[in-house]
C-alpha cells in the first residue's frame, strides 16, 4: 500500500493510544517463561507483537486470546525442540528470542527482511552467548543465525551497549533460568539505557530478582530462578503516539491522546518535554495529552538517546521550528529497520525540508513557511520514517506519496486510520 499525505492545515479530536510495544513483548516473553498460567490485557497488535506470539507459541506456550485479554500458559525453563523462527523484522524479539534459544538444541532465525533486519547487526550478543558456550553460527553477524544451546550455566559475561540496549535485555531475560549465578558487566557506552528500565520492571513483575547498580552497567543475577505466572496490563504506547502529538503540533489542532500515563519508565514520554519545550500548548493530565497547536514552533537541543523511538517524531516538528534544532547522541539510529540518519535525512530532503547529519546527529533548519512537497518518498521499511514523514506531509505545499507505507504496521497498524480520524487528508492506494 502507499499512501498520499495531503495539505492538511486543521487536526481535531481524540483518540486512545495503541498499547506499548516493548511491554507487549515483553509482558509475553515472561508469560511463556512462566510455569503456569498468565493474563496480558490489553497486548498491541502489529507485526512486532504477532511475531513475539508466534514464535514463543512455537516454542510451545498455549496462548488463548480474545478482544482485551491474550491467556498464557507459558514453558517455562523448557521450549519445545523447535528447529526453525520466523520474527519477521522485529528486533527486539529477535534479540530476546536469540538469548532464550539458549535453551533449545538447535534454532534457526530465518532472514525474511534482508533489507531491513537482515542488514541488522548481532555481534555483540553472539559473542556474551558464546562467553556462556552457546554456540552461534552466523552470516557476519547477521541473519540467518543458528543458535546451538542446550546447557548454558552463567557465570561472567563481558556484553557491549554501544550499538543497541536489546543485547543486555536478552541476557537480563535468559539469565535468571540459569543453574549458576551469573555477573553481568556492560563494556562501552549503554545506549537506550531507559529501556532498561522497562525490562527490569517486567522482570521484576514476574517475580525475578536482579541486582542492577544505578547506571545499569553491572548486573548480578541470581541462577535457579523461575518466572511466576501472573497478570499484566499493558499501557499506551509513547513511541507511535509521538507522530500523533507531533501532527498536531505542526498543525492549527485541538487533539487529545488518551492512555498515556504521565508516570511511565517509556523514555519516549519525552515527546511532552521536547514539545513543551518547542512552546506547543499542551496539557497532559490523567493520562490524557491534551494539544492545542497554532502551528508555532521553536527550535529545540535533545539528547535523543533519552527517548530513541520518538526522535523521528520530534525531528518531523522541528521541520517547521522557527530556528535550529539539534537532536544529539542519536548515532544507534544508523541501525534500526534503516539507517534512520542518512536515509532519513535523504526524503526529509527530497520533500524540502533543510537537514544535516552528523555521524551522530541531526540537526535540523526550520523552516516554518512549509515544504514544497510534491515528491515520492521511500519508506525504507522503516514505521518511524513513514509516520514522520506523514506529519511533514501535512504541512507540505504539494502532496507527499510515500510507498511501501503499509509497513507501518510493524508498530502501529491503525496509525492512518487514527490520523485520518483526527482530519488528516490522507489517501490509500492499494
Ligand atoms: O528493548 C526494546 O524493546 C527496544 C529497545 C530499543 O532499541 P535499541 O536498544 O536498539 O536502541 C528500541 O529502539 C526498540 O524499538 C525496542
Ligand atoms: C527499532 C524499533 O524496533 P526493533 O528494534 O524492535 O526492530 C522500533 O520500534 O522503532
Do not use: W
Request: proline share 4%; aromatic share 6%.
Amino acid at each position: 500500500m502507499d499512501v498520499i499525505v495531503k495539505p492538511t492545515p486543521e487536526l481535531k479530536g481524540e483518540i486512545g493510544a495503541l498499547s506499548s510495544k516493548n511491554y507487549t513483548t515483553r509482558y509475553l516473553l515472561v508469560a511463556a517463561l512462566a510455569e503456569g498460567t498468565s493474563t496480558v490485557y490489553y497486548p498491541a497488535h502489529s507485526e512486532d507483537s504477532d511475531a513475539m506470539r508466534r514464535c514463543i507459541a512455537d516454542l510451545g506456550a498455549v496462548l488463548e486470546e480474545d478482544e482485551e485479554k491474550i491467556v498464557i500458559t507459558g514453558f517455562g525453563r523448557r521450549p519445545k525442540d523447535v528447529k526453525e523462527l520466523n520474527v519477521g523484522n522485529a528486533g527486539a524479539v529477535l534479540r530476546f528470542l536469540m538469548a532464550i534459544a539458549a535453551l533449545c538444541p538447535e534454532v534457526t532465525f530465518v532472514n525474511t527482511y534482508p533489507d531491513s533486519l537482515g542488514k541488522r547487526p548481532h555481534d555483540d550478543l553472539i559473542d556474551a552467548l558464546g562467553q556462556l558456550g552457546v554456540e552461534v553460527s552466523h552470516n557476519e553477524g547477521r541473519l540467518p543465525i543458528t543458535i546451538s544451546g542446550g546447557t548454558p550455566k552463567g557465570g561472567k559475561i563481558r556484553v557491549s551497549g554501544s550499538v543497541s540496549s536489546q543485547y543486555l535485555s536478552a541476557l537480563l531475560f535468559l539469565t535468571p533460568l540459569l543453574a549458576e549465578d551469573s555477573e553481568i558487566e556492560v563494556l562501552n557506552d549503554l545506549k537506550s539505557k531507559v529501556v532498561i528500565g522497562q525490562t527490569l520492571e517486567v522482570l521484576e513483575q514476574a517475580g525475578i530478582v536482579i541486582h542492577a547498580s544505578d547506571d545499569y552497567m553491572h548486573f548480578r543475577v541470581p541462577g535457579g530462578q523461575s518466572y511466576q505466572a501472573k497478570t499484566y496490563t499493558v499501557q499506551g504506547d509513547y513511541p507511535g503516539s509521538a507522530a500523533i502529538l507531533a501532527a498536531a503540533a505542526v498543525t492549527k489542532s485541538d487533539v487529545k491522546v488518551h492512555r498515556l500515563a504521565e508516570r511511565s519508565k517509556q523514555g519516549e514520554r519525552a515527546i511532552v518535554d521536547v514539545l513543551q519545550m518547542m512552546d506547543v500548548p499542551l496539557t497532559h493530565q490523567d493520562g490524557t495529552v491534551h494539544i492545542q497547536g497554532n502551528g508555532r514552533l521553536r527550535s529545540v537541543e535533545f539528547d535523543g538517546d533519552a527517548a530513541t523511538d520518538a526522535v523521528l517524531a520530534m525531528v518531523a516538528a522541528a521541520v517547521f521550528a522557527d530556528g535550529t534544532s539539534r537532536f544529539y547522541n542519536v548515532e544507534n539510529l544508523r541501525y534500526k529497520e534503516c539507517d534512520r540518519i542518512t536515509d532519513f535525512l535523504t526524503e526529509l530532503k527530497k520533500a524540502g525540508a533543510n537537514v544535516e547529519e552528523r555521524q551522530a546527529e541531526i540537526i535540523v533548519h526550520g523552516r516554518p513557511s512549509g515544504l514544497e512537497g510534491g515528491v515520492t518518498i521511500n519508506a525504507h521499511y522503516d514505521h518511524r520514517v513513514i509516520m514522520a514523514l506523514t506529519v511533514v506531509g501535512l504541512r507540505c505545499r504539494q502532496p507527499l506519496v510515500i510507498k511501501d507505507a503499509h509497513h507501518v504496521a510493524k508498530s502501529y497498524p491503525q496509525f492512518f486510520d487514527h490520523i485520518v480520524s483526527l482530519g488528516a487528508s490522507v489517501e490509500r492506494v492499494e
